[in-house]
Nanobody, 125 residues
Framework: VQLQASGGGLAQAGDSLRLSCAIS????????VGWFRQAPGKEREFVVS????????SSAPSVRGRFTISRGSAESTIYLQMDSLKPEDTATYYC???????????????????WGQGTLVTVSS
């Protein structure tokens, strides 16, 4: 399974960006997918996730109401729509995937054996 994250870049506070995670080597609709981020000097943290059946999404309190995860129409791409960006959203964003079948604990990195290379998002004030 290979994941390719893209869509990062420079944004101003209040702007929107959409990140993409292209999945190959496995049927994407059979995978749970999560987005994580890591800011310089900080630990990696959970952002959002979507369950394997696509019915359950969850998000970190810091992004709730601003960030949305969704599957593309072709199901091979997962999107992270980021609205109302803040400077504290600046980080490298990683998509991750796994075959975990539950809807709980998708905020844990160890649920995901497959990781993309990361895409940098920089938000200025």
């Amino acid at each position: 399974v290979q994941l390719q994250a893209s869509g990062g870049g420079l944004a101003q506070a209040g702007d929107s960006l959409r990140l993409s995670c292209a999945i190959s080597g496995h049927t994407a609709s059979e995978l749970a997918v999560g987005w994580f981020r890591q800011a310089p000097g900080k630990e990696r943290e959970f952002v959002v996730s979507i369950s394997r059946n696509g019915r359950t999404t969850s998000s970190a309190p810091s992004v709730r109401g601003r960030f949305t995860i969704s599957r593309g129409s072709a199901e091979s791409t997962i999107y992270l729509q980021m609205d109302s960006l803040k400077p504290e959203d600046t980080a490298t964003y990683y998509c991750a995937a796994g075959q975990y079948d539950g809807i709980s604990y998708l905020n844990l990195p160890n649920r995901y054996p497959y990781w993309g290379q990361g895409t940098l998002v920089t938000v200025s004030s």
